[in-house]
């Protein structure tokens, strides 16, 4: 009887060990799992990009080839990559110079002023007019903003927001893909590292865009501005595509589009290149057709006034700025 009621003790006993292991092992189970999930939610607030328009970040400037065009023009992207850990928001820069001229560097001064800003900013190269005609350099384009999302994370940038800034013609090819991001024409290059990358954008920014390049045409031909007219005649071939692939008319016409990504449109009062009676058209066209879109008209100001440092050159650098900001709310 003794030795049944000591067998007993030494049952519960081990019983009680074994419950006192389980709920050990069960408290420590529980708190692995609440310190891995702490840190999920720590990474994907971090991924998150935050934008601080004041801010000011050292840059690191690097020039790599994105493609090669069919004339074996190697095309470059200047990136632009603000110094930290990111991840920054991620803006394409599409240069002007009337679709015949001018290179990524055309922006230089704006480009460098976003990025310090705590943007990673990659201006591309296009096709010139004199190489291939409409639509190379919007093929190019669409191409950049794929390359772009695919390599943003290594310069620690956002590759699931896409922003672009296009000046002049380069604004024009902005807006031709705010209207057609699914365009198979435009989107005729194959991205081969990540051919399932689309070219959505999530934000479109521009300074003194060819909204309608046959009323700029109209405008260079009551002005007798023959370099400007024959800028026109080099880029659309046949000319008929004037019509085709233009902005203003696109929105006339009521094409088919998905949902419109927020514009910027900023211009001078004084620009007799674009004038600003067809950026407020445009601008009017837009929101009939359900877009954002904020028109920003600068004083005293040229077609280029960005080139030249002035107060309106501070204004416009700060209202992009603040357009970015507004992409990115706290």
């Known amino acids: 009887m003794t030795q049944l009621i000591s067998n ?37 607030s971090e991924s998150v990009p935050h934008y601080n328009p004041k801010a ?17 023009r190697v095309l470059k992207a200047r990136i632009y990559e603000p110094v930290g ?22 922006e230089e001064p704006m480009d460098r002023a976003i990025a310090k800003s705590g943007v990673l900013v990659v201006a591309v190269d296009l096709t010139l007019a004199g190489d291939a005609p409409y639509p190379a350099n919007v093929q190019d384009a669409s191409y950049a903003i794929r390359w772009v999302k695919h390599h943003a994370p290594q310069w620690h940038g956002d590759s699931k927001k896409i922003g672009i800034y296009g000046s ?5 090819v902005a807006q031709l893909l705010a209207l057609r991001p699914n365009d198979p024409r435009y989107n005729a290059i ?24 046959f009323g700029r ?7 007798k501005r023959d370099r400007m007219i024959n800028n026109h005649y080099t880029y659309f071939k046949p000319f008929e595509t004037i019509h085709e692939a233009n902005p203003q008319e696109i ?21 007799d290149n674009v004038l600003p009676v067809l950026q407020e058209k445009f601008t009017a066209a837009y929101r009939r057709a359900g877009g954002e879109i904020q028109l920003r008209e600068f004083k005293d100001s040229e077609h280029e006034w960005v080139a030249k440092e002035s107060a309106q050159t501070d204004l416009a650098r700060a209202t992009l700025k603040a357009f970015i900001a507004k992409q990115y709310p706290r």
């Open 168 to 172: 002049s013609s380069g604004g024009h």
């Open 190 to 213: 194959v991205l081969e590292q990540n051919p399932k990358i689309d070219t959505s954008i999530a934000y479109v920014a521009t300074r003194s865009p060819i909204s309608d390049p």
């Open 8 to 44: 007993q003790n030494s049952f519960d006993s081990l019983s009680s060990k074994w419950l006192f292991l389980k709920a050990s092992l069960l408290a420590l189970t529980s708190s692995l799992l609440f310190i891995n999930l702490s840190h999920a939610q720590s990474t994907a």
């Open 251 to 271: 929105l006339d016409r009521n094409e088919p589009h998905g949902k419109l990504p927020p514009f910027l449109l900023m211009y001078g009062d004084l620009d």
């Open 217 to 223: 045409f109209a405008n260079a031909t009551r002005l």
């Open 56 to 72: 000011n970040f050292e840059i690191k400037i690097t020039e790599i080839p994105y493609r090669t065009n069919a004339s074996g």
């Open 85 to 106: 850990k990111g991840p920054f928001p991620t803006m394409v820069d599409f240069h002007g110079g009337a679709w015949n001229n001018k290179d990524r560097f055309a």
